[in-house]
C-alpha cells in the first residue's frame, strides 16, 4: 500500500474507486481483519476513524453504519478513534462501509496508515494553518474593533467606522469559510443524518453571528441595526479552534502508550533470498520459515529462532521491563521485541495473526473500542442535551428580543457555546484511556475499560497459588516408588501424560524426563484435578491429585506433588519443589496496608496451602478447592458484600476469573490460554496487580473530579450566559478551556505517581 494512497487529502466524500477500494485488499486486510472464533464467515476489523473530533463523532459513525445488511456490530471510541466492526464478507464489502463513513465526512485508514509520519504531518500541518489563520485575522479585526471600544460617542466619523467595519467584514471571511470549515462539515454531515451533533450548535453560532454583523455592515439601518460581532466571531473560533488542536495534541499522550504498542512493527524488512543476496519486503508479505535481517532499533517482525551467536533484546512489550536480555544461537524470539545492538538473523517459525504479538494487539485493540459505562451513559445524555442547547438558545434570544434587541443575539450565541457538552463526554474515557495506556508501559494489557472502574472499588483479592504466589516453573524434588518400579521408566510414562497439559505442576513432570514412546489413546485431563489415560496394552494410567487419583499418601512431604496410578493402584507420587515469586509478600503486604482483605484459593492439600499462606502472609486460606468449589467460594464472597478480584495463572481459572468483579491473569502463558481475565498481567509479578488496583482508584478520582468539574462549568456558565454577562467570545474561551481541563486532568495519569493514595 503506497503511502500516496493513504495520505491524499480528503475533500467532499469519497466513492469505491478511490482510497475505500484498497480495504477489500486481502493482503492488505489482514493487518486489521481477524475471523471471529476462527469462523471466516465473520470477521472483526479494528479501523482509525480520520476526522473524529469530539464524542457525538463517535454516535454518528455508529449510526451511519447501524442496520447495514452484512454488519453485526458497530463500535466506535471517541479517546482512540478507533473503530470495532463485526461484518459478513458475503453481504457487505469493507469499502462499501468505509463509503458510508466517507458521506459523513469521516474516513477511515488502517491504523499503521493512520500512524505513520506523513499522515500525522496532514494532519497536524492542516490543523495549524486553520488556527494561525483564525488567530492572525483576530487579531486584525481587534485591531480595527478597538477604537469603538474606547472611544467617545461621535469621535469616530462614521465614514470612518463604516471603513472600520468593512475592514472586520472582509478579514473574517477566511476565518467563516476557510478556519471554521471543519465544523460545518460536521454539522452538514449531522443535518443531512437527522441528527444534532456538537458541531450544530457552534456552526449555527458562527453562522448567526457572522450574518447578523454582514448585515448590519451592509445595511446599518435594516432591521438587525448596526452592531457587529466579527471581533467575538473570530476569537471564538480561535478558541474552538486552539482548544481542539491542544486536545488532539493531549488525547495522542494518553492514548499514545497503546499506539506505539500497537504499532510496534516495521511496514517493511530484509529478507535473505536463496542466493544470500537480501531484499526489503513487506512484513504482510512474510511466511513461516523465511530468514530476516534485523537492524539495531527495529522490532523483531515474526516469531523465531536467532541465528546469531547472540543479540540482545528488549521485551518490555512482553514483561513490562524495558532491562536488556541476552539470547543466543537457538533461542526463541518474539515479534515486537526490539533489537538493541547490531543486525542479527531470524529464522521466522510464525508471522502475523499466529504470533504472541498479535494476541497481544489483539487484546489490547479491544481495550481501545471498549467503552466505559459512564461514557456510554454520557454519550446517550449528548444527543438530548444538545436539543435542549438549542431550544435554549432560541429562547433565551426570544426573551431578549423583549428587552434589548441589540442583545438577543450575541446572548443567544453565547448559550450555544458554552453548553457545548464535550467536557462531559471526555470525561470518563480521557481518564481510562490515560491509565490504560501506563498499564501497557509496565506489562499490564487491560482487556476492558470498564473493568478499571470495578477494579476501583475491589476491596478484597483472592489468588491462585500455583503459578501466581509461587513461581511457574516447578523442578523435581523427590520420586517415592511402589516397590519393584522402575524410577526411568515410571518418570518417562509421567512425562508422556503430562506433555500436552499447561498446568504447572503437569509441566514441571513433562520436563523432568524424556516421555515414553508409547501411544496415549483416551487422553482426558480433568482441569485442576488431573489426567488420565490408556496405553495400547490396555494399561490405564492417572496423573494428578489424590482426590482425582484416589491416592492415599502417607507421608506430608513439602512442596507440590503429583501422584501417579495404574491399575494396581498407587505407583508413584512425584514431590516437586516451589518457591514464592520475589514480590509475593510485599504485595500482599501493601494490600493489606490499603485495607483490602486476603485470600489464598488452592486447589492442594490444606499443609501445602497453609504453608504459603503463611509465607505471605494473606488473611484466610481455603485448600483442596475444585474449579467448581474456587467459583462458589468466590460468589459466596460477593454475596456477603466483598469486591472480589481473583488473581490466577489463567490455564485452569477460567471460571472463576470471569466470575469476579476484576480478574487478571499472571503469567506469560495468559494472553494466548485465557480470554476471560479484565487484564493480562505479563510480567508475572504480583506487584503489577496492586498497581492496577490502585491506578484504577487513581483514575476513579480523576474520573469523578472531571465530571464534577463539567457540571460546574456548566452550572456557572450557563446562567451567565442566560442573563448577557457572558459575551460568544469568553464563551468559546470557556468551552475549548473547559475540555483541555478534561483532557489535562486525565493526562495526569499517564504520569508515576510515587505514593498513591487509597
Sequence with gaps: MSSATWSSEHRGPLTVTDDFAVLDDPVEQAAFTQPVDGVDAQRESVLVVQGMTCAACADTIESALDGVPGVDLVRVHAGTRRLQLRWD?????????????????????????????????????????????????????????????????????????????????????????????????????????????????????????????????????????????????????????????????????????????????????????????RETVSVRRLAAGDVVWVRAGEAFPGDGVLLDARASVDEALLTGEARPQTRRCGDALVAGSLNLAGPVRLRLDRVGVDTRYAQIVRLMERAATDKPRLAVLADRIAGPFLVLVMLAAAAAAFAWWQVDPSRALAIAVAVLIVTCPCALSLATPAAMLASAGVLARRGVLVRRLQALESMASVNAVVFDKTGTLTREHLMLREVLLRSGADRAQVLALAAALARDSLHPVARAVAAAAPPADEPLFDWHEEPGQGISARLANGRWLKLGSPLFTGAMPEHDAEGPRTYLVDEHGWLATITLSEGLREDARVAVQRLRALGMQTWLLSGDRASQAHRIGQAVGVDHVLAEATPERKLAEVQALQRQGWRVAMVGDGLNDGPVLAWADASFALGRAAPLAQARSDAVVQGGRVMDVVDSLLQARRTRRVVRQNLAWAALYNAVCVPLALIGWMPPWLAGLGMAASSLLVIGNAWRLSRPDPEPKG
Design 89 to 277: 464478507p458475503a453481504r457487505v464489502r469493507l469499502s462499501e462501509l468505509a463509503r458510508r463513513v466517507g458521506d459523513r465526512g469521516y474516513r477511515l485508514l488502517p491504523l499503521q496508515q493512520a500512524l505513520s509520519i506523513d499522515e500525522r504531518l496532514r494532519e497536524t500541518r492542516q490543523a495549524l494553518w486553520r488556527l494561525f489563520v483564525a488567530g492572525f485575522c483576530m487579531m486584525q479585526v481587534m485591531m480595527y474593533a478597538w477604537p469603538a471600544y474606547v472611544a467617545a460617542p461621535g469621535d469616530i466619523p462614521p465614514d470612518i467606522e463604516q471603513l472600520l467595519r468593512w475592514a472586520s467584514w472582509v478579514i473574517s471571511l477566511p476565518v467563516v469559510f476557510f478556519a471554521s470549515g471543519p465544523f460545518f462539515e460536521r454539522a452538514w454531515a449531522d443535518l443531512k443524518a437527522r441528527r444534532i451533533g456538537m458541531d450544530t450548535p457552534v456552526s449555527v453560532g458562527i453562522l448567526v453571528t457572522f450574518l447578523a454583523s454582514s448585515a448590519a455592515t451592509f445595511d446599518p439601518s435594516g432591521p438587525w441595526g448596526h452592531e457587529v460581532w466579527f471581533d467575538s466571531l473570530t476569537m471564538f473560533v480561535f478558541f474552538l479552534l486552539g482548544g481542539r488542536y491542544l486536545e488532539a495534541r493531549l488525547r495522542q499522550r494518553t492514548a499514545g502508550a497503546l499506539d506505539a504498542l500497537i504499532n510496534r512493527l516495521p511496514a517493511t524488512c530484509e529478507r535473505e533470498r536463496a542466493d544470500g543476496a
